[in-house]
């Protein structure tokens, strides 16, 4: 009975607690991953941020190939599919699950789009644009963090991700322009050169709030004639203001 | 009760006082200050615990005061230090709370942990007044002058020095008292037993002071996570501690309000922050305030206060220093004089010394044009002499805003109808206030803003106030723009181009419409446009403002709170956004505050009940007596604290740093009170129950004189200048002489008629003060400091009338 609970108990600790292997990545937690979907898509019906009915199908799709468990710190991990944002380490967070989708889903990206990421953090932001297709350049100031997620997102194989440590305010000229920009790293102005990175059409998103929460989300877009204009999004259900409408 | 034991007495009580600033300082510094005050007011609870402890187990160790006195107070000083040392180190994250439970556990052990050194105190000090019930006027003379004293010498030592350090001087103190008590202890004493009792506990409570472990979330800590970031230089200031951060490797660039068309590209900067907070940015880019790298001064928002129709070479008045961006700004943009008032000298000090540490920092007050001001802000206002063009503020004037509206609570004395009045009459013809602020959604505290400087304009006759507003806004910032007089073309036509060239949106121009194009930053639920159309409209501003989600009601001297926009009308919101992690979209600091008062509310009613519900079997002690105990004292409790509570959000208007406020508050009341005790045998030489209720009465009128004769706005200048703050504090002075009285003088009473029932009389004090200091800062900010006063005399009315009405005459009582 003793070696029984024994290794139940290790059992429940690997699948949890512990960082899962390569080789189990993809199937690990799928449970968990499609509850979190779920969950994703009710919020998402509820708040009906820009005026969306939900979170496109194709940015779903992404989130659940992502093993989030994986990009975070194992004592985080064994809550890696709620609905909540977690401490990594450095002051820094991976945010809510559903805020990701919400910024992915923002973004309107799609295969074969190039996106810059300023704010690495775990590395999850990056890997779900991957998995939707785009090749993503993103930078972290923090060198721990820098080598963890560049060490991760290898292990998970997001071979579309390419992590640098250094200064993202600006940008990665190189290999710029940009269809698409997050921002995750508090910002107190939008950067210049990543506005002159930004194709025309391109789209920027800037969450904005203290750690743990997003208070609000700006969408710019630099349109094609390269004049920009900027939207703030309430992730959260707040109607009506007046009690009137 | 020996002198030796009075004069301990005395020394614990300002110890503990001290204590209760100190941790409340290290709270805030390692975490937020409305957590702080949640955090400290749950650990005060100590205090009433200790009176449940002294009800239920007094009556043994009330045969030898002085010894378990000494041993009480030797556990402050032992426990203080260790709790001190605790606070950061249990790995509470209270940004974590909503979302993790766990995080729960940890808050609740960081305030029973610092609730220790408080249950010290209230056990000792407790015993005294239940030992020597008939001489209770000077146990709390002792205790109430100790306290005060205490208040200020802790304030002007954390004027200067970080708090951290004063924990082993303030664990001295108690073991000071401690061995005062073991000399009043009756008998002989053996030298060498004292001696190495008194090392022992000074060895324990002297430990290092280490300083509070930071959130690894305030944005210091952040900052200092990139590589090569480091400390430059830290001083204290009774605003907080202050420090300056280099981060040469990932410059910082912090431009709040620049314009989506800027080109210019902010310098590598120094960052300063407040208790961790922050930033404030001093650039980097040479002392010449017309250096190429400050051109991105021009592209902020901020800047569209020199696109005016001012004077070509305007004097300006910049309220607050921070990093000196605006003061550069203003020299940069041709400013032939610039004025600052900045209280805190500490933090001018850093700035000044910036150069010292990185050549290359710009010097905002070394220019000639610059004058810095160091005086309370609006006394500085109402008596200053000079005209100016401009009076500019910006994020970037202030050092150290909290996250989420955390700080919603704070007063800010230059954002009321009366300070902003007071500037539009200091400003010449032409003038302005130009107020830069972040944009919040839903719009609020900006809507607030413009809702107070409309009620300003009105206030000073001015018929159409709408012509003299101006608000634009970007993405993340509004600008709003009060002129004196009404805004001409030129001025509109200035404000029109600038919002064009950096890609800002007019909310409202006068004959202008704001809605010709398309908004380059939307809002994605009401526009500020919108918002700010409503809030101005002649005739439906007062429906709207009813009608509206958050409190859009001018900050006035009686409610000086720019921030605070939340109200009961949120209450249905709350569990949505609390299941969807959007609390933070609500003013975060009234939230806690709320919280502290249900948590103190409920735990202090439970230690108040525990002694009756643990005797429930027994002969009940001095029934007659319990009705009138418990009403009388949580009345005054509530009271004492209502009317410290509002004095102190009053002064805090006038002197601009709410430490300076709390200090000289509570230095006056508590030691004026301290006076009335001390003198309460005398004037009321047997205690009975006309005595109680007439004490109480008396406060409960003295209040009521002071509600009716309201303090002057201004220093009344004659052949002798009376300051309105002096006058407000003899008055404080003599109302609190009367407050001494009733406390000491039912318990006289009880010590008299239900011996058994003091403890207990003394848990109710301790939990009124606590629950009644967090309900008194409730009502302050939502119904103003002048209902917080008229609660207060509603309470001792109260308790004049319980008294009158429900002391049972002595020969109806049964001794306890």
């Known amino acids: ?245 | 009760m020996t002198p030796a034991l009075a004069a301990a007495v005395a020394l614990l009580a300002g110890a503990a006082l001290a204590a209760q600033v100190v941790l409340s300082r290290l709270v805030a510094v390692a975490l937020w200050q409305p957590y702080a005050v949640l955090i400290i007011s749950l650990a005060l609870l100590g205090i009433g615990a200790s009176g449940t402890a002294l009800a239920l187990i007094g009556g043994r160790l009330r045969a030898a005061p002085a010894s378990v006195f000494a041993l009480a107070a030797a556990g402050f000083a032992v426990s203080l230090p260790a709790a001190a040392a605790l606070i950061g180190g249990v790995g509470f994250n209270p940004l974590e709370v909503i979302w993790d439970w766990g995080q729960q556990l940890r808050l609740a052990g960081l305030c029973v942990v610092l609730a220790v050194p408080f249950a010290c105190a209230g056990f000792a000090i407790g015993l005294v007044l239940s030992r020597f019930g008939a001489r209770a006027g000077l146990t709390y003379f002792a205790d109430l002058v100790g306290a005060g004293l205490g208040a200020l010498a802790t304030a002007g030592w954390l004027a200067t020095r970080p708090a951290e350090q004063a924990v082993p001087l303030v664990a001295a103190a108690g073991a000071l008292a401690a061995g005062l008590a073991v000399l009043a202890t009756p008998g002989r004493v053996r030298p060498v037993r004292l001696a190495a009792a008194a090392l022992l506990t000074a060895a324990l409570g002297l430990g290092p002071a280490a300083a509070p472990v930071p959130s690894p979330y305030k944005p210091e800590q952040v900052a200092l996570t990139a590589p090569g970031a480091a400390r430059l230089a830290t001083r204290s200031s009774p605003l907080g501690a202050l420090t300056l951060i280099a981060s040469p490797e990932v410059p910082l660039r912090h431009a709040p309000g620049l314009g989506l068309t800027a080109r210019a590209v902010p310098p590598p900067q120094l960052g300063l922050f407040r208790d961790g907070l922050g930033p404030a940015a001093l650039p980097l880019a040479g002392p010449d305030p017309a250096a190429a790298g400050l051109g991105y001064l021009e592209d902020q928002i901020a800047a569209v206060a020199y696109h005016l129709d001012l004077p070509a070479e305007p004097a300006v008045l910049v309220l607050g220093l921070g990093g000196g961006v605006e003061v550069l700004r203003a020299l940069r943009l041709g400013a032939t004089r610039v004025d600052v008032l900045e209280p805190d000298r500490a933090l001018a000090a850093l700035v000044a010394a910036a150069g010292a540490h990185d050549a290359a920092a710009a010097r905002p007050l070394a220019d000639p044009r610059v004058r810095l001001i160091h005086a309370a802000p609006r006394r500085a206002i109402a008596i200053a002499t000079r005209r100016w063009d401009l009076v500019v503020a910006s994020p970037e004037t202030g050092v150290g805003r909290a996250p989420a509206g955390l700080d919603a609570a704070a007063a800010t004395p230059l954002g009321t109808v009366e300070a902003v009045r007071d500037l539009l009459d200091r400003l010449t013809e032409r003038g302005a206030i130009v107020l830069t602020l972040g944009l919040d959604t839903p719009p609020r505290a900006s809507l607030k803003a413009v809702a107070t400087a409309h009620a300003a304009l009105a206030a000073r006759g001015v018929p159409a106030p709408a012509d003299h507003l101006a608000v634009i806004h970007g993405w993340d910032t509004a600008t709003l723009i009060v002129t004196r007089a009404p805004l001409t073309a030129a001025g509109r036509t200035g404000i029109a181009r600038f919002a064009e060239t950096y890609a800002f949106d007019p909310a409202h121009l006068p004959g202008a419409s704001t809605s010709g194009h398309g908004p380059i930053n939307q809002a994605g639920t009401l526009s500020l446009a919108e918002g700010v159309g409503a809030v101005i409209a002649p005739d439906a501003a007062a429906d709207f403002r009813a009608a509206y989600k958050f409190d859009l009601a001018p900050a006035t001297d009686d409610r000086p709170y720019a921030a605070l926009t939340a109200t009961p009308r949120l209450v249905p919101d709350l569990p949505a956004l609390f299941a969807q992690g959007g609390l933070t979209l609500i003013d975060g600091g009234v939230v806690i505050l709320v919280a502290a008062c249900v948590i103190t509310t409920a735990l202090g009613g439970l230690a108040i009940l525990a002694p009756l519900a643990a005797r429930r079997h027994e002969a009940p002690i001095a029934p007659g007596h319990r009705g009138w105990t418990i009403g009388f004292f949580l009345s005054i409790g509530f009271g004492f604290m209502f009317v410290e509570i509002a004095a102190i959000e009053r002064l805090a208007v006038r002197l601009g740093v709410p430490l300076d406020a709390l200090a000289i508050v509570l230095g006056v009341m508590l030691v004026s009170a301290g006076l009335g005790a001390g003198v309460s045998r005398r004037l009321v030489p047997r205690v009975g129950r006309p005595g109680v209720a007439a004490a109480a009465a008396a406060v409960a009128l003295g209040l009521a004189i002071r509600l009716a004769m309201p303090v002057p706005p201004d220093p009344l200048i004659g052949p002798v200048t009376v300051d309105p703050v002096g006058l407000d504090l003899v008055g404080l002075g003599a109302v609190a002489l009367a407050m001494g009285l009733p406390f000491p003088l039912a318990v006289r009473l009880l010590a008299r008629d239900a011996p058994g029932l003091v403890p207990w009389a003394w848990a109710i004090n301790g939990c009124a003060s606590v629950s009644g200091a967090v309900l008194a800062a409730l009502v302050a900010l939502f119904a103003g400091t002048v209902a917080a006063t008229a609660a207060a005399a509603g309470l001792y009315a109260v308790a004049a009338l319980v008294a009158a009405a429900a002391i049972p005459p002595p020969a109806a009582s049964a001794p306890g």
């Open chain 1, 1 to 245: 009975m003793i070696v029984i609970t024994l290794v139940t108990a290790l059992v429940i600790a690997v699948t949890l607690g512990g960082p899962a292997g390569a080789a189990d990545a993809p199937v690990a937690r799928a449970a968990e991953r499609a509850r979190m979907i779920d969950t994703i898509t009710a919020i998402a019906a509820q708040t009906r941020v820009a005026g969306a009915t939900g979170i496109e199908r194709a940015v779903l799709d992404a989130i659940a190939q992502v093993p989030r468990h994986e990009l975070v710190p194992a004592n985080v991990a064994p809550h890696a599919y709620d609905d909540r944002p977690l401490p990594i380490g450095y002051g820094q967070t991976i945010s809510q699950p559903y805020i990701v989708a919400l910024m992915t889903d923002l973004l309107a990206v799609g295969p074969g789009d190039r996106v810059l990421e300023v704010g690495t953090g775990s590395g999850y932001q990056a890997a779900v644009l991957a998995a939707l297709g785009c090749t993503v350049f993103t930078i972290e100031i923090v060198p721990a963090l820098a080598r963890r997620a560049a060490g991760d997102l290898a292990r998970i194989g997001s071979q579309a991700v390419t992590v640098r440590q250094g200064d993202g305010y600006f940008g990665w000229p190189d290999q710029g322009p940009f269809d698409a920009v997050v921002v995750t790293a508090a910002a107190s102005h939008i950067p210049p050169p990543l506005v002159a990175q930004l194709k025309p059409g391109g789209r920027m998103v800037i969450p904005v709030g203290p750690p743990f929460y997003v208070q609000h989300l700006v969408l710019v877009a630099k349109a094609a004639d390269g004049s920009v204009t900027t939207r703030r999004l309430l992730p959260v259900r707040f109607v009506p203001l007046t009690g009137r409408r």
